[in-house]
């Protein structure tokens, strides 16, 4: 019987009983030792656990710069030894990308990553279309995150019967003109330059922080509306544990699928993801603005990830222009939450909405990702007092994603069940 046990405890699972990390080595190809041990969040003389040593792992696998990242653990009586070994490569990678239809427009991206032998990745956007040009770069580099931006937009500015009004933008892949024209009040013509730069800070594995300071001028015909500067300048918090990973662009060169076999295979148990962000705006005569803008927004997500990788998904949000002209007002479209295209949105003081999705994955192998993702997102903006106007989204989108390709691409429908309109459209990226 004694000896049971001894077997038994020996047998235990490598942290049942939180062991101390004695120490941690590694292996690399391009980028130093100290630079790989800087991004492993898992050090010396903390607590062992699986759930926190997974994580750590975790946050290894998303530079998406490895080919392959093996972790090897030793027990020893005063702890465990992790050693780490490292196949880290660097990629530049080239697309071009083109959307045809009344909304024509093209562009050119350039993503990199570990050009610099620190694990960082970076990319560059110049693209345009027949409402304007925008440029877009951004570098991540450890813990710091910089990004810089430029568009400029001509656009007409249409008013519909109900509240609805159009919702323009160079890349928009659904498009108003001509389709409710029975419904129309008026329109303007306008044109709008941003220049947007944001830095954010990753506190800690969960914890970040941002400041995106932005100059925004609108041009309206006859100075109608509110023509001239609402520059501003925003602040946010976030907190996000064990959420999916982003776009893999290394995967194009053939790096980044160090975790390729870990996403294939089922999981032991049900896994949960948590997102909440919190950022306040604010611009006048300090910021060069024309106008006093106010506003707070708060959202939330989470999504239960199934043991058979299917993911069940929950979003919250509410926002509130304390004062903003009609430029800065809440929007419906930036309510929701990028599943659904609309030709049309709802603008006002305040707002909230909710939405859930679920992604079934018709086919998983080691080609690719066949998925279908059914989704309903409702928003509710308000002009003051008790009124109030609904914007309500539902349909599916079916996508398939190659592991060379990270980019999704597939089919969209969404119906609007406010205004009973419906689109069907292609999509690439995007909330899948």
Not at 223 to 238: E, F, P, R
Not at 262 to 272: C, F, I, K, Q, Y
Request: glycine fraction near 12%; charge should be positive; charged fraction near 25%.
């Amino acid at each position: 019987m004694k000896k049971f046990l001894v077997y038994l405890l020996c047998c235990l699972p490598l942290g049942a009983y939180g062991e101390t990390v004695h120490s941690v080595t590694a292996e690399t190809t391009r980028m130093s030792e100290e630079t790989l041990l800087k991004r492993f969040k898992l050090k010396a003389g903390e607590e062992f656990t699986e759930k926190e040593y997974q994580k750590a792992q975790d946050d290894l696998h998303r530079l998406r710069v490895f080919k392959t990242l093996k972790f090897i653990e030793q027990k020893r009586k005063d702890g465990v030894d992790i050693h780490i070994k490292a196949d880290d490569r660097s990629y530049v990678f080239p697309m071009v990308f083109a959307m045809s239809g009344k909304k024509r427009s093209a562009g050119m991206s350039l993503a990199s990553g570990n050009i610099l032998k620190q694990g960082e990745s970076a990319f560059l956007f110049v693209g345009g279309g027949r409402d304007g040009f925008a440029t877009h770069a951004g570098l991540s580099l450890g813990d710091d995150f910089f990004y810089v931006g430029y568009a400029h937009i001509n656009f007409e500015q249409s008013f519909y019967s109900g509240g609805w009004m159009s919702n323009p933008g160079i890349f928009s892949s659904a498009d108003d003109r001509g389709k409710h024209d029975d419904f129309k009040i008026g329109e303007v013509h306008g044109r709008q330059d941003d220049v947007t730069f944001t830095y954010r800070r990753r506190l800690s594995r969960v914890w970040s922080a941002s400041i995106t300071p932005q100059y925004e001028y609108y041009r309206y015909k006859d100075d109608v509306l509110d023509s001239g500067n609402h520059s501003h300048i925003s602040v946010g918090l976030q907190y996000a544990d064990d959420l999916r990973p982003g776009l893999n662009m290394g995967a194009l060169s053939g790096v980044g699928w160090s975790d390729k076999a870990h996403a294939l295979a089922d999981l032991p148990r049900v896994r949960t993801g948590k997102l909440a962000t919190v950022s306040y705006t604010a611009g006048g005569e300090w910021t060069g603005s024309d106008y006093e803008i106010q506003k707070l927004a708060l959202s939330g997500g989470y999504m239960w990830e199934l043991k058979t990788r299917h993911i069940l998904a929950v979003f919250a949000k509410a926002q509130r222009a304390m004062r903003a002209p009609f430029s800065n007002q809440i929007r419906s479209g930036d309510l929701l939450f990028g599943m659904g295209i609309y030709d049309r949105e709802q603008r006002g003081k305040g707002g909230v909405s909710a939405g859930i999705s679920f992604t079934y994955f018709i086919l998983r192998n080691k080609t690719g990702l066949l998925s279908l993702m059914p989704f309903y997102e409702q928003a509710y903006i308000t002009s003051g007092g008790n009124s109030y106007q609904p914007h309500t989204g539902v349909g599916a989108t079916l996508s398939y994603r190659l592991w060379r390709f990270p980019l999704p691409l597939g089919l969209n429908f969404t119906k609007n069940v406010n205004d009973g309109t419906h689109h069907i459209g292609f999509k690439i990226g995007g909330h899948f």
